[in-house]
Nanobody, 122 residues
Framework: VQLQASGGGLVQAGDSLSLSCGAS????????VGWFRQTPGKEREFVAV????????NYADSVKGRFTIGRDNVKNTAVLQMNSLKPEDTAVYYC????????????????WGQGTQVTVSS
């Protein structure tokens, strides 16, 4: 499956931003879709994942209550709605997909988008 992440930008603290991950090439509904982020010099970290089979989701503690992940299996897209953004949310955000069960581990994902920059100013 090919993934294309979009929607990043420069916002102020407290603002909202919506990231989109478009997928093509395989049966999107069979894949769990995760969002990860990375800042220079740090490892890529888990942000959120939406499950392949029932639409359930899991979030990193740092974003819980502020971010919401969703998916549209007809449009083959996954969306990360980010509210109440903080400067520490600044990172390159990546969407990723894996067939079947969800995980928060970077190495478990087989397909990755190219990343989109999110910058939150204070």
């Amino acid at each position: 499956v090919q993934l294309q992440a979009s929607g990043g930008g420069l916002v102020q603290a407290g603002d909202s931003l919506s990231l989109s991950c478009g997928a093509s090439g395989r049966t999107f509904r069979d894949f769990s879709v995760g969002w990860f982020r990375q800042t220079p010099g740090k490892e890529r970290e888990f942000v959120a994942v939406i499950f392949w089979n029932n639409g359930g989701a899991n979030y990193a503690d740092s974003v819980k209550g502020r971010f919401t992940i969703g998916r549209d299996n007809v449009k083959n897209t996954a969306v990360l709605q980010m509210n109440s953004l903080k400067p520490e949310d600044t990172a390159v955000y990546y969407c990723a997909a894996k067939r079947g069960g969800w995980t928060i581990k970077v190495d478990d994902y087989d397909y990755w988008g190219q990343g989109t920059q999110v910058t939150v100013s204070s």
